[in-house]
């Protein structure tokens, strides 16, 4: 092996390496096994409102993205995935909830995801995440994953140095409790006459709108609307039975 071919060699492993080196500090973050890391968030400034932007676009707003986060002295490391189409974004380290929701605000996004450490009966740490759509929280997952089942994943997870990983969000796998249901809609009689229900009642009839008005929209903006229509069909179903 000449000199050329060592250096090459040694290049080849340092890049392998610091792949894998980012990639499990990512994890073990995301596992609760950082002490100096309290809570998380995974956020994008691409294609905001849901609406495809071209490339040019997305990369300006990334750009002043990561300029806000420089800014406020926000410790954060670039990650990238696929969630109908490819995008860039960052895990941003001890960021509290109010303000990743205002960063969320500020360039348009549908959700963002927030995680804070806890821990268990046995004091042993844990992230609680949170899928939140304006300020409110949609559901929550006790758990990241990877490995080959996520390795294998064409679509619907995050990456980092070319790992995958993901929160299982709207994954029934992953409920702890299941309702069953099968419908697309409820007559007026069948709905309490709770503000709740008519809450839920009235943003199913919103999110099902969007979703017969796809043009323009990113496969991300569907999916998040399918989904979140779908956990509000399930509480709303739960409602309608328990009254």
Known sequence: MNLHEIKKFVYSAK????????????????????????????????????????????NRLMKQFKSDLSDSEAGYTNIAGKFGEKENSVMIMNISRDDTVALGKKFGQLSIIWGNKLRDENDEPFFRFEYIEGHTTTQTRDLSISGKSVEDREDLYSEKGGRKFVIPFFEDEYEMAKIKFGRVSFSDSELPKTKEAEDLAESIILRDDRLRNPKGRTQKYLWHHRSILREEMKKLEKLIIEN
Do not use: C, H, W
Request: aromatic share 4%; no cysteine; hydrophobic share 40%.
């Open 15 to 58: 890049k392998e390496y610091l792949k894998e080196a980012g990639f499990s500090r990512i994890r073990q973050i995301m596992l609760g096994q950082v002490p100096s890391v309290d809570s998380v968030a995974l956020l994008t400034a691409q294609n905001p409102a849901g609406k495809k932007a071209p490339p040019e676009v997305n």
